[in-house]
């Protein structure tokens, strides 16, 4: 009898101890693997593509104001103005973020991890610009000049996109019970596209014309992508658990190219039909275009996006910034 005992116990002992460090390996402190989801929002400023939106608020804004500040200035009562600003051009200020990440435990303070993310913002707005102006000679007799433009612009739009896979490390700093606090430090590749889009009517009494312009650019990319801050979490039972990470990101897309088209459409006085239109289409790298304006006031200044002419320097999608965002994990000892 003890001899039959002790053998039942030889044979099962394996199984025993494979089921207690199988509900060891259970519990949270011990997982191996986890899946995570996440999303959130990210801080951004592209400068480069806002700097089309900077562009628009110069040429259709800004130098108006300080020529007519110098007409004024020059003429006195001889001259007469007024501006008309209704709306903002759209900049992109801010994304929002998400994406998956496998983490694989290493050692109890250290995991190794392969994410996957996405970031993406459109920004659209209608606005107008115009502006008013008489000019008079000193006599007030003789010559009257005056003149009404007005710039009416639909679906202003600026738009980012990019996806990131990552692979990187993570560090356990403290852990309390169910709380940890983790490092975070991941890097990887990244590609990315943007769009602009611009419908502007533009309209001058003194010349008697009315014209059309469509602008659309495409533009995409492979860049490179480094991210590093700090993760808080806490378990929810054996399995699951929450957490919020703040990071920030230097991702970069140096690289761009992609096409440009235009088209304008010119109407002469009360003319129901196009009478004059042309269309340029092109393709090649983004690049910054200069843009300076000299007058008597003094000069104005903003380079702004377009495609070819390889002198000028390269166009950079910049999407580094501050993250933040939640998450949730399920943890597991096998993959399979």
């Not at 007058?295 to 070819?308: D, H, I, K, T």
Request: hydrophobic share 40%.
């Amino acid at each position: 009898m003890r001899r039959t005992i002790a053998g039942i116990c030889v044979l099962f002992a394996p199984c025993l101890m494979a089921q207690v460090a199988t509900a060891q390996e259970s519990t949270p402190r011990d997982a191996r693997w986890s899946i995570e989801v996440f999303g959130g929002s990210a801080g951004l400023d592209p400068a480069d593509l806002n700097a089309f939106s900077r562009n628009r608020e110069l040429v259709y804004s800004s130098y108006y104001e300080a020529l007519f500040q110098y007409y004024e200035s020059a003429f006195g009562q001889n001259f007469s103005s007024s501006i008309t600003k209704n709306g903002a051009f759209p900049l992109v200020g801010r994304g929002w973020t998400g994406g998956i990440r496998v983490a694989r435990q290493i050692t109890p303070r250290v995991a190794a991890t392969v994410a996957f993310h996405y970031l993406s913002q459109s920004h659209s707005a209608s606005l107008q610009r115009g502006h008013d102006s008489t000019t008079v000679n000193p006599d007030a007799v003789s010559f009257v000049s005056s003149n009404s433009v007005s710039y009416q612009f639909t679906g202003s739009r600026l738009a980012i996109r990019s996806y990131a896979p990552q692979a990187g490390v993570r560090w356990t700093v403290w852990r309390h019970r169910a709380y940890r606090l983790d490092a975070v430090l991941q890097g990887g590749l990244a590609w990315g596209s943007t769009e602009i889009d611009e419908n502007l009517d533009a309209s001058a009494t003194f010349y008697g014309t009315r014209s059309s312009i469509v602008t659309r650019m495409r533009g995409h990319g492979w860049g490179a992508s480094a991210e590093a801050g700090v993760r808080a979490g806490r378990d929810i039972g054996s399995r699951w658990g929450v957490f919020v990470e703040a990071t920030y990101l230097h991702q970069r897309i140096g690289d761009v190219e992609g096409s440009f088209d235009r088209v304008t459409s010119i109407r002469d006085g009360d003319a129901t039909s196009v009478e004059r239109e042309t269309a340029i289409s092109t393709t090649g790298r983004w690049r910054m275009q200069p843009y300076q304006v000299t007058a008597a006031f003094g000069s104005l200044n903003q380079p702004y996006p377009g495609v070819g002419n390889d002198q000028y320097p390269a166009f950079q999608l910049d999407l580094s910034g501050a993250r933040v965002q939640i998450g949730l994990a399920l943890r597991f000892n096998r993959i399979w």
